[in-house]
């Protein structure tokens, strides 16, 4: 049965090769912090990340990602600086969208270590969030690139 690699586990999974990962991720494996919000790859809720770039896991077969790491907001890491960012701006409203907006923020700033606003502002423009935290959510990421200069 074909494997998984999810925040650096193996994870043998019985699934149809075009079953999206998203479904792969919380139904079978059991992570649920990756949210499905649309499912047609427009809202960001679903982002994780394949090989350390930001994917919409709604959009992404199942057969695309065996054998290739996938980190979930699960396996960021406790100390990010994006999750001290996060609290420390009171970041979130419901909270829902904030697990795709957070892994997002850690692929650009593992690409762009010190972005400016406009390329935070470009980078998340894709990740919707109906309670309104944009200010918020780019005041955070750039706070959290301070803390990683
Ligand atoms: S649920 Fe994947 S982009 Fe909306
Ligand atoms: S915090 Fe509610 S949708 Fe973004």
Redesign the pocket.
Same mark, same amino acid.
């Given at each position: 049965m074909p494997a998984l690699i999810i925040n650096g586990k193996d994870h043998t999974v019985d699934a149809d090769p075009n079953m999206p990962l998203l479904w792969v991720i919380r139904d079978l494996v059991g992570l649920t912090g990756t949210k499905y919000g649309c499912g047609i790859g427009v809202c960001g809720a679903c982002t994780v990340h394949l090989h350390g770039k930001a994917v919409r896991s709604c959009k992404v077969p199942f057969s695309e990602a065996v054998g290739h790491d996938v980190t979930t907001i699960e396996g960021l890491g406790d100390d990010h600086a994006l999750y001290r960012a996060w609290t420390q701006l009171n970041v979130?409203? /419901?909270?829902? /969208?904030?697990p795709g907006?957070i892994m997002q923020a850690a692929a650009l700033l593992r690409q762009h270590p010190d972005p400016e606003d406009e390329e935070i502002v470009q980078s998340m423009s894709g990740n919707l /969030?109906? /309670?309104g935290?944009y200010q918020r959510i780019v005041a955070a990421v750039r706070a959290a690139a301070g803390v990683t200069r």
């Open positions: 979130p409203s /419901c909270g829902f /969208c904030q907006q /969030c109906r /309670c935290a």
